[in-house]
């Protein structure tokens, strides 16, 4: 059945029944066999909209009225929720939070996946016990407004910087340092960047807490190498913020939505802060990736260990390694871990961290799967379980391929996107068996679901 043309029209206002939530958080309806996007409405809704943009398929509303409202619609606890669109959900009750995070992966599965999803064992997402300050990184862009010194985000669908003092979903230290921060620049006077004009010097503020330690790490990016009054700045940051350990400067000058540049400086204190995983201890520099949320990442980490099942006799790949953070994990549970990623320092670092932790049974290699697999292979070693990590466009085509041919026993593949999840287990269907997906809530209050699917090879007829 072909879709029909959109009929519905720019400000036209229409009545609508909200189905499900969108894999972006927003309410689901369908008006005369058309689909409608409808941010802020909520499953079992029936609202009044207004049409806000046509798409040659979908069309996006915002809602007028609600005439029905759901039970689980609950009054957002921050103040700037409506325009900052930083979180999806904070309108939405927690525990129906999780139970459309679930439904957010069905979803996903019966549009890109040929599986029957009914006869699939989707698990209930694993949620938090507490769902706020759980963010123990803050990058907030920095502006004037009246003359005065503001940091946030961009409003939503629109330019305009959001001031965020209190961020309900970020760690109390990185609030108190952002502001902070921007009391001091304002007392210094030292140059704000302005994107428009392209002149001023601070361009955002990043705070890093290792929630173990209560280490803080701060990165000022800045558009130029020089900054004013450089030294009083870093000693009034000393004096009011004892508990920041590392102050740096990230020189990023040129007009681009990326925060970071390619030139990083140590400005006072030490070049790494810790953070503490279970019994692991990781050394984070400015810009190494780590998990936004540690409290959940253990518990994901945990979910990534019972689907491997490890004896302590299996051989385990860690495809998209990083800094190795999930094969040492589990190396205590394998006889050997190789891991790779195609980031040269991200495997220095998980080589460091592997010694560190005096793990002798694990090797790391910097390259593709896909390319080292085959190689293994060739030289007799052949891999029980592979864990996969892919970044949110899912694996590479040629790695589920390589999958297909090598037929490890277990793959693992641990997913921040469930779109691309659904596309990738549907090629690895043609030899594998799901055994379950399990869904985990890394990001309350978003629209963000990961999940740990645990897939076994068919035995052959």
């Known amino acids: 059945m072909t879709k029909q043309a959109i009929t519905i029209k720019k400000g036209q206002q229409f009545p609508l029944t909200i189905k499900r939530l969108g894999i972006n958080g927003e309410g689901v309806g369908y008006f005369k066999k058309q689909v409608v996007f409808v941010p802020g ?21 915002k809602i007028k009225t609600i005439r029905k409202r759901s039970p689980y619609r609950v009054t957002p606890r921050c103040p700037v929720y409506e325009q900052c669109g930083g979180c999806q959900l904070q309108h939405l009750d927690y525990e129906a939070q999780l139970r459309e995070k679930r439904d957010i992966v069905i979803q996903a599965l019966e549009r890109h996946c040929r ?8 698990r209930p997402t694993i949620g938090m016990d507490d769902p706020w300050h759980y963010r123990n990184k803050s990058q907030f862009q920095v502006g004037i407004k009246k003359g005065t010194v503001i940091a ?64 803080v790490q ?9 900054i004013p009054r450089k030294q009083l700045l870093v000693d009034e940051i000393k004096r009011r913020l004892p508990e920041v350990k590392s102050i740096v400067q990230n020189i990023n000058g040129r007009k681009t939505s990326l925060i970071f540049g390619e030139e990083t400086e140590l400005l006072e204190g030490e070049e790494y802060i ?35 099942a490890l004896t302590g006799t299996e051989k385990v790949v860690d ?15 394998a006889r050997e871990v190789r891991g790779m990623d195609v980031i040269p320092e991200a495997i220095e670092d998980a080589k460091k961290n592997a010694k560190k932790h005096g793990f002798a049974n694990t090797m790391y290699t910097t390259g593709k799967a896909e390319t080292l697999l085959p190689k293994w292979v060739k030289e007799g070693w052949e891999p029980d379980v592979i864990i996969v990590d892919p970044p949110r466009t899912g694996c590479d085509s040629k790695l589920l391929q390589t999958i297909l041919r090598v037929q490890p026993k277990t793959v693992v593949y641990v997913s921040c996107n469930p779109s691309s999840l659904a596309r990738d287990i549907d090629v690895l269907s043609e030899s594998y068996h799901v055994d379950y997906i399990q869904p985990v809530d890394m990001f309350p209050h978003t629209a963000h679901v990961e999940s740990v699917a645990r897939l076994v090879l068919k035995i052959r007829a």
């Open 41 to 61: 409405a909520l499953p079992g809704e029936e609202v009044v909209v207004e049409a806000t943009n046509i798409h040659p398929k979908y069309a996006e509303a």
């Open 115 to 122: 599986l029957p999803v009914e006869t699939l064992s989707i």
């Open 152 to 215: 946030g985000l961009y409003g939503l669908n629109s330019h305009q910087l959001i001031d965020i003092s209190e961020c309900l979903i970020q760690h109390p230290a990185t609030n108190r340092v952002t502001n902070i921060v921007k009391m001091i620049l304002q007392d210094l006077r030292i140059p704000i960047y302005n994107e428009r004009t392209q002149t001023g010097v601070v361009r955002t503020i990043v705070a890093r807490v290792g929630f173990h330690t209560g280490d």
């Open 218 to 226: 701060l990165v000022l990016i800045t558009a130029t190498k020089d």
């Open 274 to 308: 810790q953070e503490v995983l279970g019994d692991l201890s990781f050394e984070l520099s400015a810009r190494a990736f780590f998990q936004l949320n540690p409290v959940q990442t253990v518990k994901l980490y945990d979910e990534v260990k019972k689907a491997a």
């Open 319 to 333: 495809a998209y390694c990083g800094v190795g953070t999930i094969g040492l994990w589990l190396a205590k549970d």
